[in-house]
């Protein structure tokens, strides 16, 4: 059974910093770019970060570029989403998920972890 498994949520104040992980099991995803995605209440979700398991190239939403950082433990199977200088606008539920790279389409999905940055 695959899983994507979050964690890292919470509550910070803005200009905090917190880390999120997402651990994957279940299935090789060499042949995966790991994406991070958010949204917030009566918002769509949206992009904001990505990172190719097999290369490690990444790539950022403007709103994030420069304050976050995708990367990734091949070790562990996981992926990291550090997040600094954080903003109340990046109060979302964050979402790890598993795009296959020969299709372009998202396989699999995490459950969620909720980030609240207050003011």
């Known amino acids: 059974q695959v899983q994507l498994v979050e964690s890292g949520g919470g509550l910070v104040q803005a200009g905090s910093s917190l880390r999120l992980s997402c651990t994957a099991s279940?299935?090789?995803?060499?042949?995966?770019?790991m994406v991070w995605f958010r949204q917030a209440p009566g918002k769509e979700r949206e992009f904001v970060a990505r990172i190719t398991w097999s290369t490690g190239i990444t790539y950022y939403a403007d709103s994030v570029k420069g304050r976050f950082t995708i990367s990734r433990d091949n070790a562990k199977n996981t992926v990291y989403l550090q997040m600094n200088s954080l903003k109340p606008e990046d109060t979302a539920v964050y979402y790890c998920?598993?795009?296959?790279?020969?299709?372009?389409?998202?396989?699999?999905w995490g459950q969620g972890t909720q980030v609240t940055v207050s003011s």
């Open positions: 279940g299935r090789t995803f060499s042949s995966y770019a």
């Open positions: 998920a598993a795009r296959a790279i020969s299709t372009g389409r998202i396989d699999y």
